[in-house]
């Protein structure tokens, strides 16, 4: 199933990631794609504030993995982009995070591809100039 959804700020879609970081279930690993500067850190932050969560969430971007834990559930949010084999994956026990009692936000995932599970929730955000600035599409594919 695929839902598109339109966001015209920031706020809308930090907003969106509250309202699905509400709805997350333990277990379900989310892979979120976009280029750099697309929206995915706000969106993230959303996200994380849907699980309860209020310390401060950044990109991980010079660590695989970065563990919040005071939410109603974990939050894993990795950045792949910087494993140069998917046996890097293997090293820090990726499985333990991907069918856990947590949930996860993959940046990069397509690097992966062959470890990420099938019922994944892929989460693409894309700008578009023509409609604005603060433009964003947001296509959830589940």
């Known amino acids: ?14 907003s969106l990631g509250e309202k699905i970081g509400k709805e997350a279930s333990k277990g379900t690993v ?37 563990e919040y834990h005071e939410g109603k559930m974990p ?17 820090i026990g990726y499985e333990d995070y991907f069918y856990g009692d947590g949930v996860c936000f993959v940046e990069w995932a397509e690097l992966i ?4 599970p099938d019922d994944a929730v892929w989460i693409k955000i894309e700008k578009d100039l023509e409609k604005g600035f603060d433009y964003r599409r947001i296509t959830i594919e589940t």
């Open 1 to 14: 199933m695929t839902e598109i959804i339109e966001s015209y700020s920031p706020g809308e879609t930090f």
């Open 113 to 116: 591809m062959e470890l990420i």
């Open 30 to 66: 989310f892979c979120l794609k976009g280029d750099l500067g697309v929206g995915k850190t706000v969106f993230t932050q959303g996200f994380a504030k849907g699980l309860d969560i209020n310390e401060p969430i950044n990109s991980p971007t010079f660590t695989i993995v970065q």
């Open 75 to 91: 939050f894993y949010h990795f950045d792949v982009y910087r494993i140069g084999d998917v046996s890097e994956m293997d090293e």
